[in-house]
C-alpha cells in the first residue's frame, strides 16, 4: 500500500503578515491611492507599490 504525503508548504513570513494587516487595517493603499490618483496606463497603483516597498524591508 502506498503511503499519501500531504504536500504542504511552510513559510516563515516573520513580520510581514502583522505589517500587511496593519497597513490594511489604516487604509494606506486607498489613502494613497486617493492622493495621488489614477493614469490609464499603470498596472497596479501607488498605494500597492508604497505598500509592497514597505513589505519588502
Keep these: 500500500m502506498e503511503e499519501i504525503t500531504p504536500k504542504i508548504r511552510v513559510q516563515n513570513i516573520d513580520h510581514s503578515g502583522i505589517v500587511a494587516g496593519i497597513i490594511g487595517q489604516m487604509g494606506l493603499v486607498e489613502l494613497l491611492d486617493q ?3 489614477t ?3 499603470e498596472i497596479i497603483s501607488a ?3 508604497v505598500k509592497a516597498m514597505i513589505l519588502m524591508v
Design 35 to 37: 492622493e495621488v490618483g
Design 39 to 41: 493614469h490609464c496606463q
Design 47 to 49: 498605494g500597492v507599490a
